[in-house]
Every structure is written in structure tokens, then in C-alpha cells.
């Protein structure tokens, strides 16, 4: 019964962001902190709604005030007769959460600019459930015989499928590719992600420790921990300006040629006897391609401007979907239908763009999702001490922010156990790290 529309946005909205974010990296591969500054932004633009509100009206003076009304913070700004609500958590807190999750999302985009493939990068990202075992178990947490083996064999797998993504590309360089492909490029990638997982696992205690202390308002979380992570980014200007500058001045978007042809050729005879298949295939070479007269002449945005909006528009579709999805059936159901979607976007990624994965990379792809699948399923059924929390390792990868029901009218109802795991970030794709 759950096969709904929250499936629809799940593999609709999260397979076409990874699309859209390897169309770009493929192009751009140094071009992730402006992707990060993009999904921020327009996550925070539709999470606002959820965070105004009308100012309640003076109480008259011989009116006693509330008895709570000496412990709610004032709002963080007024205009008018609208204010954004006040805050239930210290602002330094949010400040710290915001910092972290920056952090986070910057180090996995950044991580393209060396040689990560965006299949190997699903896979490495899965580590992330290590990195919250080990930090949780040095917090006092404690997990049961089926989760703890679980995560050796996913270490396995993500270490037998680096090894062999990396001696793919040792022996494409000894064929004279040029140092791109060399194996040393590939090594500060890991290391990036590695860090990325480390600290993503962290900002989850911490997060969590929050919660615990100050409530669970997870829209006012989500809300500012994408709007103060904007501040870092203005200072990173430097890095940001040319990346966008990068992206603005590529091939323009002809319309309706340059956008509508490769959405929806016109004639998929034209691309063979595989026909609509074939034109999928092809359409990244024909969004990232175009002739220099289109270059000079063509009007409208760039492609690759295009691509970036599309890629944080179907972050927040995707998120949105998570959400619906968490509200509406249990935590296995959730576990299991994420990893399948993991699945697709590797075998799309590598159907669609060529990369080619070896025997022994395949077998570690196996090892890493029948483990991530076997791990969630025993926390989401209470093994361990984190009860009602096995989605939260395979939800935080799902991209780079969250975005709430309530800005995107989704039913109250993911108050409930499901959805109450869902938290900003990863992701992206984006993105992603899943805040607890």
C-alpha cells in the first residue's frame, strides 16, 4: 500500500538529482562548493514558511502573562506584523550544527575534484554508518551482535570496492590516459570523505544531545542550519565567484532546441533501434556539448545554470519524498526502499555515463548494500540500544538538506516516529547526512 506518490518522489526526485549532479560534475568537476551554496539557499527558501509567523497581539496589562512566557526566547527578527518564531534552541548551538553540516556537505562535493566517481562516491558514503557506530559506541551507546556485523562487512565492502575502483584507475593511467586517472589523485578523495563521515557522525551526537535537552523541533533546525550555513560560503566568495562564473559562461540553453530536445526528443527514432533508452544515454553528451555559434549566439541560461537549479530543485523533491515516506509506513519499510533507491542511482549512474565497475568493485557493491540494508533493518526493530532510529544511517545520504513538511504542505503527521528521524542535511545528493 505504501507504493504511492512518496515513492514517486523518492526515485523521481533522488535518481534525477544524482543525474543532474554527475551531468555537472562531469563537466565542472571542481564546481561543489557552488552546488552546496545552491542546495542551502533554496532548501532555506522553502523551509521559511515554516518558521513565520503573525506577532501575537500586546496582552493587556492587567492580564497575567503565561507561565511559559519567561522561558521562550524572543524571535530573531520582526518586520512588522510578521516575525520568524522564536528560537528553542541557544542560538550558539545552531550556529555549531549550522557549522558542521556545511562542513559536511562542502567535503563530499568537494571530493569530485579527485577522481571520485559518482558510483564509488554512493558506496563511500555508506561508510558513514561506521563512523556513527564507532562515535556512538565511544558516547556510551551500545548495539547488538547483528548491527556490529553488519558494519564489519560493510567496511569490507566499501575497502574491497576502493581497492578496486583504485586499481582501475592505476591501470588506466599505465595506458597513457594522463595523470587524471592516476591512482594518487583518487587517494585525497577518500581522505575527504573519510573526514566528511567522521564529522557528520559527530554533528549527529551532538544534534542528538540538542534534542534531547532543548525538544525536537526539526523544521527550526532544518531551517537555520542551511540559512547560517550561507555565512561560511561568503567567505569562501573567493572560491565560489569563479566556480559560478564557470557555470554562467558555459554553452547557452538554446530554447526550445537546447533544453526541450534533450528533455523530450522529438523523434526517438533517431536514436536508433534503442530508441528512448539511447536517448537518455545520450543526453548528457548533448547538454554538455553545443556548437560555438549556440555558444555565442544562444539565449537564456547557461546549461550547466540549468543543471544546478535542477539539482536543487530535485534535492528538495527527493527530501520531500523521504519525509511523506517516514510519516506514512515504518522504519524497515524506509530502511529498505532507500537502499534500493541507492541501488538504482548506481546502476543508472554507471548505464547511463559509462562508468565501468570491475568484478571485484561489483562484488564489494553487493557487500556494502546487503549490509547497509541488513544494518538499518535490525536498529529500525530496536536492536541495540538505538531504538526507533534505523533509518537515520541511510536517510542522511539521501542529499544535502532537508527540507520540511510543513513548507511544503505536507501532512503534520510526520510528527510521528518515522519522520521524526528525518533532519537536515546529508545531501544532496546531494547530499547527503542525515542529522539525528
Excluded at 558513514?128 to 556485523?149: A, E, F
Excluded at 536543487?312 to 524497515?332: E, M
Excluded at 532507500?338 to 568493485?361: P, Q, W, Y
Amino acid at each position: 500500500m505504501f507504493f504511492n506518490f512518496s515513492w514517486f518522489l523518492i526515485f523521481g526526485g533522488c535518481c534525477s538529482n544524482v543525474y543532474t549532479l554527475e551531468a555537472i560534475v562531469k563537466h565542472e568537476p571542481d564546481s561543489g562548493l557552488i552546488i552546496t551554496v545552491t542546495q542551502f539557499l533554496l532548501t532555506a527558501l522553502f523551509a521559511l514558511p515554516s518558521q513565520i509567523e503573525r506577532r501575537p497581539r500586546a496582552l493587556p496589562s492587567q492580564t497575567p502573562p503565561r507561565p511559559e512566557a519567561h522561558l521562550q526566547r524572543p524571535s530573531p527578527l520582526s518586520i512588522g506584523s510578521w516575525r520568524l518564531k522564536p528560537l528553542d534552541f541557544p542560538f550558539h548551538r545552531l550556529a555549531t550544527i549550522s557549522f558542521l553540516f556545511f562542513a559536511v556537505n562542502m567535503l563530499n562535493n568537494w571530493a569530485f575534484a579527485f577522481d571520485i566517481s559518482v558510483p564509488m562516491h554512493i558506496l563511500l558514503r555508506s561508510f558513514g554508518s561506521v563512523m556513527t557506530l564507532t562515535v556512538g559506541w565511544l558516547w556510551g551507546k551500545k548495539y547488538s551482535v547483528t548491527q556490529v556485523s553488519a558494519i564489519a562487512a560493510l567496511t569490507v565492502g566499501v575497502i574491497v570496492s576502493a581497492w578496486a575502483d583504485a586499481a582501475g584507475k592505476g591501470a588506466t593511467s599505465k595506458s597513457g590516459s594522463g595523470l587524471q586517472d592516476h591512482p594518487s589523485a583518487f587517494i585525497p578523495g577518500l581522505a575527504i570523505l573519510f573526514t566528511a563521515q567522521l564529522i557528520a557522525a559527530i554533528m549527529g551526537v551532538y544534534v542528538e544531545m540538542t534534542y534531547a535537552r532543548f525538544g525536537r523541533n526539526w523544521r527550526q533546525n532544518l531551517f537555520y542550519s542551511h540559512l547560517l550555513g550561507l555565512v561560511p560560503s561568503l567567505l569562501l566568495y573567493r572560491t565560489v565567484a569563479p566556480q559560478l562564473a564557470r557555470l554562467w559562461h558555459g554553452p547557452r540553453a538554446t530554447f526550445p532546441a537546447g533544453v526541450l530536445d534533450w528533455v523530450i526528443p522529438s523523434s526517438y527514432s533517431a536514436y536508433g533501434s534503442e530508441g528512448w533508452w539511447a536517448a537518455v544515454k545520450s543526453a548528457p553528451s548533448r547538454v554538455l556539448s553545443q556548437s560555438s555559434h549556440d555558444k555565442e549566439h544562444g539565449w537564456g541560461p547557461s546549461q550547466s545554470i540549468l543543471l544546478l537549479l535542477l539539482n536543487s530543485i530535485t534535492q528538495v523533491v527527493c527530501i520531500s519524498g523521504v519525509n511523506r515516506l517516514s510519516a506514512q509506513t515504518t522504519a524497515v519499510t524506509v530502511t529498505v526502499v532507500l537502499n534500493i533507491r541507492k541501488l538504482v542511482s548506481f546502476l543508472l549512474s554507471c548505464a547511463i555515463f559509462g562508468n565501468t565497475i570491475s568484478g571485484t568493485m561489483a562484488v564489494g557493491a553487493v557487500i556494502v548494500f546487503a549490509s547497509g540494508t541488513l544494518y538499518g533493518w535490525d536498529s529500525s526493530r530496536g536492536g541495540g540500544k538505538g531504538r526507533g532510529r534505523g533509518n537515520a544511517s541511510h536517510v542522511r545520504e539521501e542529499s544535502q538538506g532537508r527540507v520540511s513538511g510543513g513548507a511544503l504542505g505536507m501532512s503534520r503527521s510526520d510528527e510521528r516516529e518515522g519522520a521524526k528521524d528525518v533532519m537536515p542535511l546529508a545531501n544532496g545528493n546531494t547530499g547527503n547526512v542525515k542529522m539525528r
